[in-house]
């Protein structure tokens, strides 16, 4: 599995304090299966200082090397779309995942405002390829399956996170029927409450709507990320599913 969603990296946001936690975490996520990971500290200043964020990368980079732990680690970042995000994309260059034209963009959790389309069709107009941080956190959209296709109808793509397959099911795959689900990622922090379930999650998804879809959601379509592609469309329809499928994920 490739994981574009972690927040891995040391001191420099909610994520571990010490190296030491970073490389537990990271040693979890490679036992449950992922070989890559894009490390994505939220970028909010002033709530999150972004300047060590390149060094902590570097630090942790090392260590996994100096280890042997079988994992390649990339930077990204999780850029919260307050009002002056236009501004921040001019001053500060590396937001973008693995400097490619891929932005993972935190919303608001409460809801967004008239000025956030603005921001949005801004992004689009720069070419950039959105991919929106774990829908399901945001209530006004998650349930807003109008508002949810004519975002990704404009050219968004979504992300819904590992805890929200394992925590609730039917209404992660309803989303994902209904092709409003591009990615699942872990948005792993820590070994506690925001762990791994990368695993748990896959295993689900396979069981409930098989492994092709499931390798898109935690594979090929964060592969794709890594190399600045496309993503396919996952599902949307329910001819897509055969019939032995439909009746085994009656939910
Ligand atoms: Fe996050």
New binding site residues.
């Given amino acids: 599995m490739i994981d574009i969603?972690?927040?891995v990296l040391p001191g420099v946001d909610d994520g571990p304090d010490t190296l030491e936690e970073s490389i537990t975490l990271v040693r979890s996520a490679v036992e449950q299966g992922v070989t890559k990971i894009i490390a994505?500290p939220?970028h909010r200043p002033p709530r999150y200082d972004p300047k060590n964020v390149e060094e902590a990368y570097r630090l942790l980079k090392n260590r996994i090397k100096e280890l042997n732990i079988p994992l390649e680690l990339y930077l990204g970042r999780?850029v919260y779309s307050d009002l002056n995000l236009i501004d921040m994309l001019q001053d500060i260059k590396p937001l973008n995942m693995v400097d490619s034209d891929y932005i993972?963009l935190?919303l608001p959790s409460l809801k967004i405002y008239p000025t956030h389309y603005t921001i949005f069709d801004e992004l689009l107009q720069r070419n950039y390829r959105v991919v929106l941080?774990?829908i399901e956190k945001y209530p006004y959209l998650i349930d807003d399956y109008e508002t949810l296709s004519y975002l990704i109808k404009l050219g968004f793509h979504t992300q819904i996170?590992a805890k929200f397959v394992v925590t609730q099911t039917k209404k992660a795959i309803r989303a994902i029927k209904a092709g409003h689900v591009h990615i699942v990622a872990s948005?792993a922090?820590d070994m506690n409450k925001r762990r791994y379930q990368l695993k748990e999650a896959y295993r689900i998804i396979a069981r409930k709507l098989g492994t092709k879809i499931a390798d898109q959601l935690f594979l090929e379509n964060p592969n794709r990320v890594l190399n600045n592609q496309p993503l396919q469309v996952v599902l949307g329809e329910r001819e897509k599913l055969s019939l032995i499928q439909r009746i085994l994920c009656q939910i």
């Fill in positions: 969603h972690a927040h994505t939220h999780e993972l935190e941080a774990h996170n948005d922090h």
